[in-house]
Each structure stands twice: as structure tokens, then as C-alpha cells.
């Protein structure tokens, strides 16, 4: 599932019921103490089963009433609620208009000691009688129901409670359906929400204000898990050496007893040789320490950080795969504190990177940070006079308001924009550039124009914040498009127009490519090799593909078969085949393109599209 709107009321600055949507990746821009850390405490408590305390209640308001909701999409095909049967969050009536399944918490902020007082799906859910309350109902009183009904339950598991409730609502026909608050905490629904928070993703905050140390759990955590793991590997040599030492010790203490016999039997009768072995974990603990041998607690702030920080997603990972079908929400507050340009600009695609597969969520002060991210992640928090809150989404008069509010302004160091229609281009790009030049082959080296701020990528249709404030200030800087073809000859490029338009403005320059999209670019040898080393799957492909074959679909179905899934690729869901061929996309833009070489970039692609595309960057800079 993945989050996509958070709305809160009566909690801390947020008084009046605020709205907030959430991306892929999303950033929370404005001023000290305008709530950017509450949003992220919202979410703590509501998606980790936390509580607010005494003073999180909104002075002012309705402490009674502290309300924290979440709307979640992209829902799982099938879920098991109540009892071990597969059933549908559609079929249980628990999505709202819009098909989102919607939760609402509710607090009694008004008490010394909060806790949650109500827990409901905000849905479309059956009113009439006889079906309003059945997901309340335990079993025997589902089987009364139907039996005062005079449902007829032939065929029926009557063990399990969602075959019932279907029954009950097939029999009832007319359910009325309306918005209610459907209750999660109460009777034998509590089992059905036990059952929905395992579909709910993972979220874990990383503060911007803690302590940096690598005891800290986020750095002990993996590392003991590594030690555990380590051990288990060796579990059946260690366990003979513990038998070992335990038959040496007890043939020494039992030879010890005998021999006291012979002086005084009655005090060898009382003594019988205990042996206790301590669990292997617990004899080591584990630092981490540089070249030089200096523990983690004595580096520079930044590295203390950036250390731990990794520490924490490796936590976050290793917490998620304990959790089936349970995405993961990143949340890390300041990731640009104590970190030097450079290393925030790292980070910064190592997050975006992130977002490709979870939902990341930060808070930023810095206009590095936030004019390299795509305008759509982009969310102002705006404090108005009598003290309430906006949020405003990013666009083109947001970007007015963060260009204010952070000081962003044209920066000359930056030699050139780069557009692509998705954020898997951008990394073909990049590693296309490193394979060229790896090959002496004299093209603009991407990554490194990137980190150093030279080089900005954005979303084709889309925007940021850099690219609005060089595009709007009177400073000029060249722009480099690139669309991808997709319709096949003659019929013309999708993007024709759009292309045709750039070409007509001061340095700029759109091209399109000569196949159908990018990964039509790639060989298929390193296809095969990738598939091997990331799943150890053998493609078995002996040709590269044509120019305008759907390459990451027919990959995406050669995966699924390989899989030994009993549903056939056609017969999957729409959805279900767009995450995989998403999946796909991703394996062959990160891990496909950086096993190509010069001589396969010339083998499938001997009309030289690819080093066109970068002499015409090298032309405009």
C-alpha cells in the first residue's frame, strides 16, 4: 500500500483539519516551528501505534476530538482479515469513494495520559439492516444472523467469517451503501484490523535532532543482526564445540566428585556439576571504527551522521522483510545537516533512488537540496498571521513562495539542464556517460557535473525549483530534452511538437530517439548478464530486440514465467502487470546498463543515437 494523504485536527499547530498529499517522494519546505516535525510525528504515531502526550493536544481546540487519518492506495489484491481466508478490502465495503482505503485514529488529547480512543475506516460500507454491523460480529453470531435471515449457506465454509459476511450481504441485495465511520476497535473487528495492519507500510523516522553514536539501536541493530547471522552459519560446528567443552567439564567435575568421596562422601553427595552456556551473540559487541582505528563517536559530525544514517535504512530494510507486502515509508528530517555540498547532493540521488521502490519523506532548510527535486515533491508550509497553517503543493506559484522562503536564486555554476521523460532515464544516462568514458570516449561525465552542481535533471512535463528560478530570472542556461519515439515509422514521434517547440528557443535542443525508448538500447547479453547476478535467472535471450519492441513488457512476462506463477501473464491484473514491468524497468536502467560496453553500445546501436545524444550536450555547453 502507499501512502497518499495524511490529514490531521487538533494536534499541536494544526487546530483546523489540514490536508496534506503525499508522492512517491516528498518534501516539507518552511520556516521554523511551522510544523514541518509535526507532520512527521503525525505519521510516527498513527502508523506505528504510538500515543500523543499531554501537551500535544492544539491549545485552543477540541482535545476531545485529536484526529489523525490516513488514505492509502495502491491496495493489495487480496488480504486475510479476520481468519486464515483470503478476502478484498472492495469485497469487505472498507474503501471510500475514491476506492482508497481511509483510517481515522482518534486520541483523547484532553487526558494527562492520551491514548486512542477510536479507530474506523472512513467507507462506503452497507447501511441497511441485518449487514451494517457484520464485520463486529464473531463467528457464531454470523452464523445467527444468517440463520434469522434464513440465508441459505449451502456451500458455505461456515468456519470462515468473510464467506459468511458475503453470504449475508448477497441474501440482504439492496446494502444502501453510505460514508460512515466503520469501527476498527471494537468486538470481533478488532481482529480485522490487526489483520489490515499488515498490509500497512513500515514507517520509520530518522529525527534530525537526536544523538549520533554507533551503540545507537539504528547502528547496533544490523550489525547484531550480521553477528546472528554470522553464528547461524556455523551453528553446527559450534554446537559440537559446546558439546565438547561441556563433555570435557563434566568428565573433570564428576572425576572432582569422586575423588572428594574418598575424603568425605556425605559433602560429595551434596555436590552435582551444573554447566550453563551463554547464548554466542552475547560475546560480541561490535563498533565500527575508521582506517585509523577511531570509533564512530569521535568522527566529525557529519560523517557521525551520514554513518548513521545509512545504519538507519539498513535497520528499516532488515524490519520490512519481517513484514510481508508491507511497503516502506522513509522519513529523515534535515538529511542535509552537517553534510558538505557534495555529500548532499549524494544524498539527494541516493534518496531519490530510494523512492523508486518506497515512499521517502524529508524535511529540508536548504536550497540545494530543494531546487534539485522535481517541483511535484515539493510541499510549503505556510504560517498565517492568526497562526494557522497552509500547505501548499509545488508549482509554479508555490515555487515563488520556496524560492522566498529558502533564498533560492539563479546559481551560475550550473552549465546545463537535462530533461527526461522518467527518473530511470536519468540513470541510464548517467551510467551510459561512465561506460563511454571508461572506453575513452570523450562525453560529458554525468554524475560527477551532477554532484559537483553543474548539471541539473529534470522531469519532461514537469518542473523544479531550479529550473524555475533559472528559467524565470533573466539568466540564461542551455537545455538539453530528450523524448522517447514510441510510435513506430511513419506515424510520427509522440513528442513531436512538444520537440519541435524547444528547438525553436535560444540554446535549447530536443531530440528523440531513433527506437521505440530507451531501453531499446541495450544489449542483450547484459540483459542476461543482469538477470543472473540480481536473481540468478537465466533469460536465455540470443538477440538484441528490435527497435520497437515493448522491452521492459516482454522482460516482465519472461520473469513471470520463469517464476513458476500458476497465473498466466495475460491473466494477471492491469495493475499487477504495470508494478512488474515497473520493476523491470528499474533492474534494466540500474543494473543492465551498467554491464553494457562500447562494443555492445555499438552492436545495438549502429546509427550512433547514443554518442549523438551527448555531442549535442558537449555543442550547447
Known amino acids: 500500500m502507499k501512502l497518499i494523504r ?4 487538533n494536534f499541536r499547530c494544526y487546530k483546523d483539519e489540514i490536508m496534506i498529499d503525499f508522492d512517491d517522494m516528498t518534501a516539507f519546505i518552511g520556516k521554523n516551528d511551522t510544523g514541518k516535525s509535526t507532520v512527521m510525528d503525525a505519521l510516527d504515531i498513527f502508523l506505528n501505534d504510538g500515543t500523543p502526550d499531554k501537551h500535544d493536544a492544539s491549545k485552543g481546540g477540541d482535545g476531545k476530538n485529536l484526529t489523525i487519518t490516513c488514505e492509502f492506495t ?3 489484491l487480496n488480504v486475510v482479515l479476520d481468519e486464515d481466508f483470503s478476502t478484498t478490502f472492495q469485497k469487505e465495503h472498507l474503501v471510500n469513494m475514491e476506492g482508497r482505503l481511509e483510517i481515522v485514529k482518534t486520541y483523547s488529547g484532553h487526558t494527562a495520559t492520551p491514548k486512542c480512543t477510536s479507530i474506523a475506516a472512513d467507507a462506503l460500507h452497507p447501511t441497511a439492516d441485518g449487514v ?8 457464531s453470531e454470523l452464523k445467527k444472523r444468517a440463520k434469522d435471515l434464513k440465508v441459505d449457506l449451502a456451500g458455505v465454509d461456515q468456519k470462515v467469517n468473510a464467506q459468511l459476511r458475503q453470504s449475508i450481504r448477497d441474501f440482504v441485495g439492496d446494502l444502501n451503501l453510505q460514508t460512515v465511520l ?5 468486538d470481533n473487528a478488532k481482529k ?7 498490509y500497512i507500510p513500515v514507517f520509520a523516522l530518522f529525527k534530525s535532532d537526536r544523538g549520533i553514536s554507533d551503540q545507537d539501536p539504528e547502528a547496533q541493530d544490523p550489525l547484531k543482526t550480521a553477528v546472528k547471522e554470522a553464528i547461524k552459519q556455523k551453528e553446527v560446528e559450534l554446537n559440537a564445540l559446546v558439546a565438547h567443552v561441556e563433555a570435557e567439564v563434566r568428565r573433570i567435575a564428576d572425576k ?12 560429595a553427595q551434596q555436590l552435582n556439576p551444573q554447566i550453563s552456556v551463554k547464548k554466542w551473540d552475547t560475546l560480541f559487541n561490535v563498533s565500527i571504527t575508521g582506517d585509523e582505528d577511531i570509533p564512530v563517536n569521535k568522527r566529525g559530525s557529519g560523517v557521525k551522521r551520514l554513518i548513521l544514517l545509512n545504519f538507519f535504512r539498513a535497520k528499516v530494510e ?3 522483510s519481517e513484514k510481508d507486502d508491507a511497503p516502506v515509508i522513509y522519513a529523515i528530517e534535515e538529511p542535509e545537516t552537517s553534510q558538505h555540498p557534495h555529500n548532499q547532493r549524494l544524498l539527494v540521488s541516493a534518496l531519490l533512488d530510494l523512492a523508486a521502490d518506497n515512499q521517502v519523506i524529508i524535511t529540508t532548510h536548504t536550497p540545494m537540496l530543494a531546487r534539485t527535486l522535481p517541483d511535484q515533491c515539493l510541499r510549503y508550509i505556510h504560517q498565517n498571521a492568526d497562526k494557522s497553517r497552509e500547505v501548499y503543493h509545488g508549482g509554479s506559484e508555490t515555487n515563488k513562495l520556496l524560492a522566498k522562503s529558502l533564498g533560492v536564486l539563479p546559481d551560475n555554476s550550473i552549465k546545463i539542464f537535462i530533461g527526461v521523460e522518467g527518473k530511470h532515464d536519468i540513470a541510464f544516462l548517467k551510467s551510459i556517460s561512465k561506460v563511454l568514458r571508461q572506453a575513452g570516449q570523450d562525453v560529458l561525465d554525468l554524475e560527477k557535473m551532477e554532484l559537483d552542481g553543474e548539471l541539473i535533471f529534470f522531469p519532461l512535463g514537469g518542473s523544479s525549483l531550479a529550473l524555475w528560478t533559472s528559467r524565470l530570472e533573466p539568466l540564461s542556461r542551455p537545455e538539453f530534452h530528450l523524448f522517447d519515439r514510441d510510435n513506430i515509422p511513419p506515424a510520427g514521434a509522440k513528442y513531436q511538437a512538444e520537440a519541435d517547440a524547444i528547438n525553436m528557443r535560444d540554446r535549447c535542443r530536443a531530440v528523440i530517439t531513433g527506437k521505440k525508448e530507451m531501453e531499446n538500447y541495450l544489449h542483450f547479453d547484459a540483459i542476461n548478464e543482469a538477470y543472473m547476478q540480481q536473481s540468478n535467472l537465466a533469460l536465455g535471450l540470443a538477440a538484441n530486440f528490435e527497435d520497437f519492441n515493448d522491452v521492459p513488457a516482454t522482460i516482465a512476462e519472461l520473469v513471470h514465467d520463469a517464476s513458476g506463477s500458476l497465473n498466466a501473464w495475460a491473466d494477471l491484473e492491469v495493475d499487477v502487470r504495470e508494478k512488474k514491468i515497473s520493476k523491470v524497468k528499474r ?3 540500474h543494473v543492465a546498463v551498467s554491464l553494457m560496453t562500447k562494443a555492445r553500445i555499438d552492436n545495438v546501436d549502429p546509427a550512433a543515437d547514443i554518442l549523438g545524444w551527448f555531442e549535442q550536450m558537449k555543442q550547447l555547453i
Open 192 to 198: 480485522a484490523w490487526n489483520g489490515i495492519k499488515t
Open 256 to 267: 572432582t566428585v569422586e575423588k572428594l568421596k574418598e575424603m568425605d562422601a556425605n559433602l
Open 587 to 589: 533492474n534494466l536502467n
Open 6 to 9: 495524511l490529514r490531521i485536527q
Open 318 to 320: 532488515q524490519k520490512a
Open 182 to 186: 466503520v469501527p476498527l476497535n471494537d
Open 74 to 76: 495502491n491496495l493489495p
Open 132 to 139: 451494517s454491523d457484520l464485520l463486529q460480529l464473531k463467528n
